[in-house]
């Protein structure tokens, strides 16, 4: 298993609040705070929606293990995709993404060892971005049973001026919605966003049918045949 930490917090988001009153024609002051948790609940949700990074951010992603030897086999006959198994690449979630800051390998002492950037390159065209070792390179082998492999690295479009503009005209539309329907009920469940505006992000969406998006190595998937 393994897990994504945010190590540093965005500090800006998908829309500014100026934005939001601009697009919302507020003139006044009055609904500032208001306005200010909305420019937070419409970015949120585009990053989760589109499963990206919007504005920059850095993140921690442990990994368990990332050898042949730790993938589970199962007996029978499976239906599923078809996937390469290779080691010399794991999935940096959360694209897309600028740099890698380092890699650690910890031992079963917790003692970190900085596993040098000249064994690996990162391929940040591919979404989602991964790490691919070099050739002739391998990755560290006395790993702790937990966490052993720690990959630091800097992800989203930059400041709010980056972020695409269909992500950014998705997040105004919601903030209309959000604005005007303060509290609506519809069925006695909260109204999800417009139609309109996850449309806008169709084309951003990136899913997964990994069962640990994070994990950064084949797994097997499927359904047990007869």
């Known amino acids: 298993m393994a897990g ?15 934005e939001i009153k601009a697009w919302n024609k507020i003139d006044s002051s009055d609904d500032d705070t208001v306005v200010a ?66 890699i650690k390998s910890y031992d079963d002492a ?33 790993l702790r049973v937990a966490n052993g492999l720690e990959i630091q690295y800097v992800a989203g479009y930059g400041a709010t001026t980056a972020v695409p503009y269909d992500i950014k005209s998705a997040c105004l539309e919601y903030s209309a919605y959000l604005f005007e329907h303060r509290g609506d009920l519809l069925d006695g469940k909260r109204v999800l966003a417009p139609t309109s505006a996850t449309q806008l992000l169709q084309s951003y969406r990136i899913k997964s049918l990994s069962v640990n998006p994070y994990r950064g190595q084949a797994q097997y998937v499927g359904q047990m045949g007869a």
């Open 4 to 18: 994504l930490k945010v190590h540093t917090a965005e500090t800006a988001y998908a829309v500014t609040q100026a």
């Open 37 to 102: 948790l909305i420019e937070r609940a419409v970015h949120n949700w585009a990053k989760e929606y589109t499963n990206r990074t919007l504005t920059t951010v850095t993140y921690q992603l442990f990994i368990d293990s990332i050898y042949d030897v730790d993938i589970p086999l199962q007996e029978g006959m499976y239906v599923g995709i078809d996937r390469n198994i290779s080691t010399k690449n794991i999935l940096l979630p959360k694209s897309p993404v600028a740099s890698v800051t380092h």
């Open 110 to 142: 917790d003692t970190a060892t900085t596993f040098a950037s000249s064994n690996y390159y990162i391929d940040n065209i591919s979404v989602p971005a991964k790490i691919v070792l070099r050739k002739g390179k391998s990755y560290p082998t006395s």
